[in-house]
């Protein structure tokens, strides 16, 4: 992905940049972090007793004359039972270090992450963007988290494990020690060989399994379809072929994997042989005692098994850090539309003129602008429609001037204020803009309604709903206004969703009121009872409305026309008919009964 | 996917259902398994016997030449070589047992994916909705995925198994004392494994309602962005998530704690076992008993049985997964609801089809939603079905397409009921077109033939009807582009026109078009009618229509209200009745007049 598509700062950032960066950014997982390393570098003394005690069993005990002293045996076995199980309690409390921080260290990323996205216009603006955007809070933070939870814990035991083990080695012979540790070097490198060529296989594999995934997942939805059209056979062939040919690359990458992996294990094995026949063929008359070399044994296995772990780690680190890249990568995306926050600009009370001059608006990341050089003042009180064709720019009109986007060029005033300048809670307590999706969220519907005005009581919500003619529509409803509206609001239709959103955008009592094709959906009968209500209740208040019926705008003060992301024509219903241009042209279509040329 | 916390299956339950899933899976394909199996066997055998060649060397090589200064002559190399000898072995041995593991895995599961989708496509379209798409889906792609993960590490767990017996066979042979103290400690090993691993598991799986919650959380606030920004709430939002992802913070600190604790005692009691078999193996050394060698073997031994110990626990996990998985695969293997055909072939002749019903009634569930509906149509009529939303429309549509079948009452088609016909012959008479325009991932062509073998000048006929002809001709290779998932997009309204295309190409007796243009501007949707018109099809057709202008379309209008006709007839004649007036008419008059009329 480029940066010009991914629409994301990007940068290239190396595993370790990340990681710096990342303890930063969750200062949490830093947290007396090198005092769990130590811990689990004692911990590690679990594995490392063994050879220990049968070294000195064999070399203090065993090989001295002929009698093998038990109480010393037994005093010495009791330490090394001690030592055990301190170690073991040791490492314990790394493992607990390491989950609890971790876990907090990522709360603490995911909810910086989520913060900061919701900073960022894309999110509303380019809603094909969304899943990916969901997946940097969601599956990116949870994949790391199983890393930190899985390999992590590996990564970080296994590591000290091996150090060690090397280190025991030294201490005993390090003549013999080198070679283990050159031969452990070539194996490692073996293994990380062989992970790059079976990393290229399972590329293989998941895009297989993406194909599979495609021709089921059409199977299903596409069932009715297929049906209709009698197509079950050769659907099921291609589901058929697609699961054949994932099975004979999945096939091909097991086979190369176990020939890789056994080599490995075949190397492993070698060294061992190395070790014995290095170290007897070395020891002749200086002091390596067979103690020594038979605890030698036991070490080999505890170096070169916690380097295949590594190795295998290794691409789960890689995937952990690609996904704290994606995650930083967000972060470092700049806010586009800033709260200038507390500022001291306050909007003159009462209804709120508007003032676009020289507007200029394209969607990122194109240069395509929807809205060419716009030029127009709204007066304070004045009920303005917006009617235009489909991608005329009426949409992105109504969202600039309620600042969910910021123009390409050109400025927009709000009674005589930058719109820049406004911190965003004057902004959205004066101005109210609501969508055509009347999105609920899974609660009540007096929960809903509360979300446009949090301290609002139960009797200001319901003479909200009374205020807009839609009281005995609330009452309808199964629970009234405590009515569980479900996920999104599926328990209500999409016009019902709608009028729930108005009155939620209506509790506010706002003074510049933006309509975007608000109530398209709802029922025409309670949409003409609804349109009449507002009109009494919005005298005093500038509204702009885009309307989706040109019945609308007929009553409108003023309307303005949008053709192709300029501003073609404004005035009355009556003086743009006369006019015989663009608007009479809608108007014209709409009337004969095809109105939705003009809707839409 | 979870299940409730209350109907967990028990540890025993899930080893019993364990065991006859993995009876099943493997009587599928028992040569992959035996191949596994011995590969495993072999595995277990090279790591007893490397256990016993390290106890030779020892006592043959290491002290002989270490400790009594023998000369090294003629033992050396031959100690290497059995070193180097085991290792190939033990190579040979995981190389079968990963290819055998693999392949059976591989194999069941596309196996289990294609009879699964195989199913799925005969059950009724009652049964799918009931389900979900989504649901579904997870089923043929996690589940049946999750359902054979068993069978990748069973011949490792098999193997273990194997060592665990050869363990305590040879410490038998070396000393029956020492025999039984092995027996007891690996048990209890064991028993802390599958216990601590089982209350593990449940504890993960509680993780997973968590972390749905915070996925429920940020889907919901991004799904819902331009809201949340309109009114201003992101910090609300914030908070939201704060709490959520809190919450599993602390539950996973919580689990890691509890984790940390069984890993330790999985991990280190082994090693404590080994240390009292040194320590009472010394004093069968001084009994005379053993040699030194043999204890080195014993020590070697449990060395090695590290790493297979540990798969016990995690085998489980994969026991319980899979059993889970398994049971939600089954559960739609066992739907019973499966479509069945008759014999008929459909008949070519070029003429519209004649419908004639029985009365009919509906009902998704509990409310009917056609009532006892009789509509007998001539051939070669165009009908427009007018009713308000929800009134029964588009299941009528759906009816006589028979994709579902009504509960009661009988469709025919020139007198023949459309049970009676073969499956795929149905589609050679009757073409749907929903308003849902579903494209396969595939070329125009494709997508447009799909169901038959059109020719060339066929589909592009179809496509000039459709008004297609002309988007197809400007797409990069015109009727080879590629749709869907990995190729061109396209619009709602040129999507509709494909499938409308797709459905003109097979020439149908009866067309049923169900608001399949209403994403096409009108005034082409009014070109499309207008061609279809002057086509002069063959056919008989239906249409649920919203607009007017393709209600005046039709030859005969059946208006439709609560599941029920109320009137049938001409523009004209149904204006008379309320509902159709006011649909027809609510936008006709400027809103002074709708508003006055009483709402129902």
Known sequence: ?????????????????????????????????????????????????????????????????DSIDLGNVVEGGAVAIAAMVIAMLVRRRALVRLAVRSAAGLSELRVKAFAHIHQLSMLHVQGERRGALVSRVTSDVTAIQEFMDWGGVGMLVGSAQAVLALVAMMLYRWQLALFVAAAALVYALLLIWFQTILRRAHDRVRERIGITLGTMSEAISGLPTIRAYGAEDETLDGVHDALEAQFRTEVRTFSLGAGLFSSAELFAGLITAGVVGLGVATSLGDGLTAGRLIAFLFLVNLLVEPIQTLVETLSEA????????????????????????????????????????????????????????????????????????????????????TRLLDPSAGSIHLSGCALKQIGFEELRDRVAFVPQEGFLFDATVAANVRYGKPEATAEEIRRAFRDLGLADWVDSLPAGLDTQVGERGSQLSAGERQLVAMVRAWIANPDLLVLDEATSAVDPALEVRLRDAMEAAITGRTSITVAHRLSTAEAADEILVFDEGRLVERGRHVDLIAAGGNYAGLHRDWAAGTGTAAAM | MSAPLADRPTLNAVFRRGLALIWRLVSMHPVAFVLGGLGAAAFVGAIVAAA?????????????????????????????????????????????????????????????????IDHMLGLELRWHQRRGVGDLLAVADSDAGGATWILAPLPYAT????????????????????????VISLAAIIAVDVWGS?????????????????????????????????????????????????????????IGTTWAGYRILVEGLLGLVTLVMLILGATRIRAGAITSGDLITIAYLFSLLTIPIRVIGFVLWDIAHSSAAWTRVQAVHDAAEIVTYGAMDSRDVGTGAAIDTTPISFSYGDDPVLRDLDMPIPPGRTIAIVGPTGSGKSTLATLLARLWDPDSGVIRLDDRDLRDFARSALPGEVALVAQEAFLFDDTVRGNIAIGGSPDERAVAHAAALAGA????????????????????????GQRQRLALARALVRVPRLLILDDATSSVDSSVEAEILESLKRAELPSTIVIVAYRRASILLADEI????????????????????????????AYDENSGHAATEPIP
């Open chain 1, 1 to 65: 992905m480029t940066a010009a598509t991914s629409g994301f700062t990007e940068t290239d950032m190396g595993t370790a940049t990340a990681l710096r960066r990342v303890l930063r950014v969750a200062p949490e997982l830093r947290r007396g972090l090198w005092v769990t390393v130590l811990l689990a570098g004692i911990g590690t003394a679990i594995a490392l007793i063994i050879p220990v005690v049968i070294q000195q069993l064999v070399d203090t005990e065993l090989l001295v004359d």
């Open chain 1, 318 to 401: 890689q995937s952990a850090a690609a996904g704290v890249r994606r995650i930083l990568n967000v972060l470092d995306t700049p806010a586009d539309i800033v709260d200038p926050g507390g500022s001291d600009t306050v909007l003159a009370p009462g209804p709120i003129d508007v003032e676009l001059t020289e507007v200029w608006y394209a969607y990122p990341p194109g240069d395509e602008y929807v809205i060419r050089d716009l030029t127009v003042s709204i007066a304070a009180g004045s009920r303005i429609a917006v009617v235009g064709k489909t991608g005329s720019g009426k949409s992105t009109f109504t969202k600039l001037v």
């Open chain 2, 52 to 116: 016993v060649v390290v106890g030779n060397v020892v006592d043959d090589l290491i002290i002989p030449v270490l400790d009594q200064g023998a000369s090294s002559r003629g033992r050396l190399w031959p100690a290497m070589a059995a070193i180097a000898a085991v290792a190939l072995w033990k190579a040979i041995g995981i190389t079968f047992r990963r290819i055998g593991a693999g392949w059976l895995q591989a194999r069941c599961q596309a196996d289990v994916r294609e009879n699964l």
């Open chain 2, 159 to 182: 193997g273990t198994f194997l060592l665990l017996v050869a363990t305590t066979a040879l410490i038998f042979l070396i000393d029956p004392l020492l025999a039984v103290v092995a």
């Open chain 2, 198 to 254: 089982w209350l593990m598991f449940n504890l993960f799986e509680a993780i997973q309602r968590d972390q749905g919650n915070v996925g429920r959380v940020v889907h919901e606030s991004f799904d819902g962005a331009l809201t949340v920004k309109a009114l201003g709430r992101e910090s609300y939002e914030t908070q939201r998530l704060r709490v959520a992802s809190e919450t599993l913070r602390d539950k996973i600190s919580a």
């Open chain 2, 469 to 492: 002809a002309e988007f197809i001709e400007t797409l990069p290779h015109t009727y080879d582009t590629l749709l869907g998932e990995r190729g061109t997009t396209l619009s709602g």
């Open chain 2, 558 to 585: 059946i208006y439709l209200e609560d599941g029920r006709i109320l009137g049938r007839g001409t523009h004209e004649e149904l204006l008379g009745i309320p509902g159709y007036a006011k649909i027809l008419e």
